[in-house]
């Protein structure tokens, strides 16, 4: 079964700082999705990752996967109060059916961030 | 407009009332998903469709059943709801190539 944890579940943080999310999954996969979800609201998709050693950026965010480590990283860089979400990392076990998704993501429990001033 | 839609986006009602969450979507994807969230677990998946014809179980697929009408329509029942129910609903679709889904706003229900 798989299972995917995040790490830490809370996160309380001061503008300016910088901060990494950890997600860990328990069996191999090639492809991770990071999610931010504001309270209330959807789910919209942050990144997609998806092969060993991906690395993707947004702002101030960055994703990274390393997936002989079963490892995925999102860095805040310099926080500022509006990146205050719940955010979720989601693997896939991707099977290679033609070069298409398996589909079915697991979700780890999310990360409740906030930033202060 | 949303390219996924869900109704109703929030619903009250009794314990054994029948319930019906309705999706649709405008993104011509052909896999569709129903998920759960309750707060600290993340989201759970209740039953997946990969195209009109196909229909299956995920994780918590007790209590629920489901129906694709259409590429585009995929809806969520509870025949008969009971309090542990109570959750917030997202429907998403999928991109096939990447694996990226696609959420809906989420229908918040209650079952007192």
């Known amino acids: 079964e798989l299972k995917v944890e995040q790490n830490p579940l809370f996160l309380s943080m001061q503008e300016g700082k910088n901060y990494t999310i950890y997600c860990n999954y328990s069996?191999?996969?090639?492809?991770l999705y990071w999610y931010r979800q504001d309270p209330g609201k959807s789910l919209e998709s942050l990144f997609v990752?998806?092969?060993?050693?991906a690395v993707k950026q947004e702002g101030r965010l960055m994703a990274s996967l390393d997936t002989k480590a079963r490892l995925s990283t999102l860095h805040i860089t310099a926080a500022v109060h509006d990146l205050s979400a719940t955010y979720f990392c989601a693997v896939d076990l991707f099977y290679n059916a033609g070069g298409t998704s398996y589909g079915k993501l697991t979700f780890g429990q999310g990360t409740i961030l906030t930033v202060h001033p | 407009d949303a390219d996924v839609t869900q109704t109703p986006r929030n619903r009250i009602t009794k314990t054994g009332k029948r319930i019906m969450l309705e999706c649709s979507q405008t993104?011509?994807?052909?896999?569709m998903y129903w998920y759960r969230q309750d707060p600290g677990l993340g989201l759970r998946l209740i039953y997946y469709?990969?195209?009109?014809?196909?229909?299956n179980k995920g994780e918590i697929s007790d209590g629920y059943s489901v129906s694709r009408q259409a590429q585009a329509k995929f809806s969520l029942s509870l025949e008969s709801a009971i309090p542990n129910q109570t959750a917030l609903y997202f429907c998403?679709?999928?991109?096939?190539?990447?694996?990226?889904?696609?959420f809906g706003e989420g229908s918040r229900l209650t079952v007192l």
């Open positions: 069996t191999t996969s090639d492809r």
């Open positions: 469709s990969f195209d009109v014809k196909d229909i």
């Open positions: 998403a679709t999928e991109d096939r190539l990447t694996g990226e889904l696609f």
């Open positions: 990752l998806l092969s060993n050693g």
């Open positions: 993104k011509g994807h052909d896999r």
